[in-house]
């Protein structure tokens, strides 16, 4: 989808864990808190907490109500997506729950694009979030048991991303969307999340370049979370293609953590991967002019554990908008 | 949303399960499967068996190739929407996975409509499902544990509806789409979903009738599946307001299981539940001109199981979308 009247990224705000805090992009985001409760007596309403924190902050940076919000898009990795229910509970706009596994921020993103292109919205706000506890107890093992994580495992980032879309005003646009094909290429190891959702980022990556825009024609191309062992995977794909991708293309499951120094071994995962690295880093370089063009193309897992233990492969996703920074063509 | 060129239903296709086949409706749906497993070796595959069913039989009816759709919406119950994600492995069509739990219905037909009137898609599929024997024991409990329900407990539906939606042809419209605000008035019992929705449901259709249409101008108006309990709430909270919704007032959880025959408590549940009323149904009578003009509020409960164990009360959603029969104003 290419938009017309390209939606304007009016502000953005994130709110990252202690982990992602003391990252390489910890003095990029808007809000560091060291509390894993985020003040709740839960882990599950810390990342409700997180997220409404997010929210809050995005519309304060922007001076709007919540009621001038024509819709809020959003969705997280608990199961039924109630960290982002619980989130939004009280928020006086409409609300689009969307499940797309960690490829969510540009989901949202894209429909929010299309709301307001096609002429239904002003204003929207695309939001997602993860926590590490949460996603961890859910999907593998209680915290307590501490089990030793395969190396190929990504460590789910502790954060929440949101970005305020508009029809108008100044700032980065969204100028296409592309949405993904339900990939499965027979992965069943729940350890190695990188290697299962490559084939769903080289599919959508492949359909984007081959009808929207070459790789050259992209100072920054950031797949959503592969982590290092899926980003050499796809970036294997393309050479075999004849492609170089080279150091334009990067995962946000590689920028979010350093995998010397904090013992993630093969990199960042979540929904709120891609949500902080585009809200705390990419956008701020967007609009300071260092980056002119990028294409998110964030990737999703959308097994379950169920499905898993009854043996199934893991099929994945991943939808790709194009970012383009004020002035760019 | 009003649609300035409402989209078409072209074509619908529903598959339900042994006992709602037994039901009022059970000569309306297009197939009734009386193995629970549809063939597949756990419940949870062959709710994505159901799922992909009538997404075969929707293309079929439509003489469609799955090549041939812009965009495919769904989701279901299961944890992560697995359901969905696995029955649409394999479909070339780009997804859209949602969250809205009961809602999804409407919620998919409403983006779906977003998309045609928006202008950047010709066709495309909204689908979803539920399915008992998942749901119980993801929601609740081991079917083997053969715990006593409690009366105000609804039953879960399974069965699958979908629906084709193009920007040209001849059949039912889509006009307008009214996007819910979670709800929240403080609900607690997981076994009272009825009550739990119904404020959701009451506050879609106040901001519905206050804004686009009055009751009176239609023909039915059919919430999700709040079942009795919730049907008779709404129909109280509207009385109060001096409006006397009457007959024309409805609910799909009444409607696919007889209350004295069937033992389903206080009636129907589940995705599946306004989806196989709407494509079984609703839209038959529409396309026979036994109705003109009907407004669908598929109704959601946001909690998960672990929300509910932690105290948590239960958000609601419900979004409504108008759909008129063919040469309606």
Not at 137 to 156: I, K, S
Request: charged share 20%; net charge negative.
């Amino acid at each position: 989808m290419r938009f017309f009247c390209p939606p304007v990224i009016l502000s953005e705000a994130s709110v990252a864990g202690r982990k992602e805090g003391e990252g390489p992009l910890g003095d990029r985001f808007d809000l560091v808190e060291p509390d894993a409760y985020f003040g709740a007596k839960t882990w599950e309403s810390g990342e409700s907490a997180m997220l409404r924190r997010c929210l809050a902050h995005l519309l304060a940076k922007a001076e709007l109500d919540a009621r001038q919000l024509d819709y809020l898009l959003s969705g997280d990795l608990q199961n039924q997506c109630a960290g982002a229910a619980y989130a939004v509970r009280g928020v006086p706009a409409p609300y689009f729950g969307l499940y797309g596994a960690c490829s969510k921020m540009a989901e949202a993103i894209g429909l929010a694009s299309v709301l307001i292109d096609g002429g239904f919205a002003e204003r929207c706000a695309a939001m997602t979030g993860s926590h590490f506890c949460t996603a961890e107890r859910q999907y593998r093992f209680p915290l307590e048991y501490g089990g030793v994580r395969a190396p190929t495992a990504q460590w789910t980032v502790t954060g929440a991303g949101a970005l305020l879309l508009c029809r108008e005003g100044r700032g980065p646009r969204v100028t296409d969307f592309t949405a993904g094909i339900v990939a499965d290429l027979g992965v069943k190891d729940m350890a190695n999340m990188g290697a299962a959702m490559a084939p769903a980022a080289y599919q959508t990556l492949r359909a984007h370049f081959d009808a929207v825009r070459a790789p050259e024609d992209y100072d920054l191309i950031l797949t959503g979370d592969l982590g290092h062992i899926g980003h050499a995977i796809v970036a294997d794909l393309f050479e075999r293609d004849g492609v170089h991708l080279g150091d334009r293309y990067d995962d946000c499951g590689r920028r979010v953590f350093d995998r010397e120094r904090q013992d993630v071994h093969a990199g960042g995962s979540g929904a709120g991967c891609s949500a902080i690295v585009l809200a705390g880093d990419v956008l701020k370089r967007l609009r300071a002019g260092e980056l002119r063009r990028v294409l998110l193309a964030a990737t999703g897992a959308l097994m379950s554990p169920v499905s898993a233990m009854q043996g199934e492969s893991i099929p994945a996703i991943c939808h790709a908008v194009t970012i383009e920074g004020e002035g760019v063509s």
